[in-house]
Structures are given as structure tokens and as C-alpha cells.
Nanobody
Framework: QVQLQESGPGLVRPSQMLSLTCTVSGGSITANSNAWTWIRQPPGKGLEWMGAIAYDGTTYYSPALKSRSSISRDTSKNQFSLQLNSVTPEDTAVYYC???????????WGQGTQVTVSS
């Protein structure tokens, strides 16, 4: 059973950098064909795809966030991470990591972590 767990600060100051890590257990992030994804949901809004890192290390970003986001991985720890720079209160959201097996739907999700951007 694959499990994903997000970790990171719950509160970030405006203009600072948000850094989140997703720890994966029960499956390798280098396993063939999967893409490991960051998704967020602002309060009262729908899910927003932010970006992903594929099994081979290729990264993909939402055009809306590409200029200030970075996704990386640590294969020795079976983790992947998100950095989002220059955050504003509009970045307040529940942040999820998920596995995309590239079959049309995400099959495993983390429980989500609330991040609030506020001074």
C-alpha cells in the first residue's frame, strides 16, 4: 500500500518561501511511469494542479506558478518537495501530494496540510 505524507510549516509570512515535503512509503518514487504531484485547494475553491516530478526526474509546472515554484526530489529518502517563492495570502490553501500513475486519475493522496500565509 502506497502512502504519502506532507510535511512543512503551517504558517508562512508574505514574501517568504513556502517549502513542503512529501514522504512516500510503500513504493519508490523512481518506479516506472508514475508522476508525483503537488495539488492545492484554496478555501472555497477547487483543486489546483501545481506541478509534478516524474519517475525519471522530469519536472512539470503549472504555467501560472512556474516562475516562482520548484519541485525536486531526494531519492535516498523517497521524498519529493515543493518550494514556492514570494508567497501572498492568495497562496493560503490545503496542499496535497498525490501519485499520478498516468492512467487518468490520481490513485494515492496524502492527507493534506494546511498552509496559511499571513503576517
Amino acid at each position: 500500500q502506497v502512502q504519502l505524507q506532507e510535511s512543512g510549516p503551517g504558517l508562512v509570512r508574505p514574501s517568504q518561501m513556502l517549502s513542503l515535503t512529501c514522504t512516500v512509503s510503500g513504493g519508490s518514487i523512481t518506479a516506472n511511469s508514475n508522476a508525483w504531484t503537488w495539488i492545492r485547494q484554496p478555501p472555497g475553491k477547487g483543486l489546483e494542479w501545481m506541478g509534478a516530478i516524474a519517475y525519471d526526474g522530469t519536472t512539470y509546472y503549472s504555467p501560472a506558478l512556474k516562475s516562482r515554484s520548484s519541485i525536486s526530489r531526494d531519492t535516498s529518502k523517497n521524498q519529493f518537495s515543493l518550494q514556492l517563492n514570494s508567497v501572498t495570502p492568495e497562496d493560503t490553501a490545503v496542499y496535497y501530494c498525490a501519485r499520478d500513475p498516468r492512467l487518468g486519475a490520481y490513485d494515492y493522496w496524502g492527507q493534506g496540510t494546511q498552509v496559511t500565509v499571513s503576517s
